[in-house]
Nanobody, 124 residues
Framework: QAQPVESGGGLAQAGGSLTLSCTAS????????MGWLRQAPDKDREFVAA????????YYGDSVKGRFTISRGSTENTITLQMSSLKPEDTAVYSC?????????????????WGRGTQVTVSS
């Protein structure tokens, strides 16, 4: 699979909003559930959100429920992550990936379908 490409990261104040976008091949978006992961320098990689192939089911990590929204735009082969009520703890590199569920946990389906990420920094 072609590597997904993320965009939209940047600086925000606590309580502010940012929207991230992910683009990949049509094959990728029609074949896999897609998700967002994040990694801060002092934390383990964390699951943020996932969306089914159909877009009819979404899932969120506990730390972002009620604040982040994932959506799928099939015609543009894009996935977005709308982030609001941002907290300094949300500071991380956010990456988009093909994901597979295992119970309530999510895993990257393959390394080739895992983007390099975009930096999100939230100031207090």
């Amino acid at each position: 699979q072609a590597q997904p490409v993320e965009s939209g990261g940047g600086l925000a104040q606590a309580g502010g909003s940012l929207t991230l976008s992910c683009t990949a091949s049509g094959r990728t978006f029609s074949m896999y559930d897609m998700g967002w992961l994040r990694q801060a320098p002092d934390k383990d990689r964390e699951f943020v959100a996932a969306i089914s192939v159909s877009g009819g089911a979404t899932y969120y990590g506990d730390s972002v429920k009620g604040r982040f929204t994932i959506s799928r735009g099939s015609t543009e082969n894009t996935i977005t992550l709308q982030m609001s009520s941002l907290k300094p703890e949300d500071t991380a590199v956010y990456s988009c990936a093909c994901v597979v569920p295992d119970g309530i946990r999510w895993f990257v389906a393959e390394n080739a379908c895992w983007g390099r990420g975009t930096q999100v920094t939230v100031s207090s």
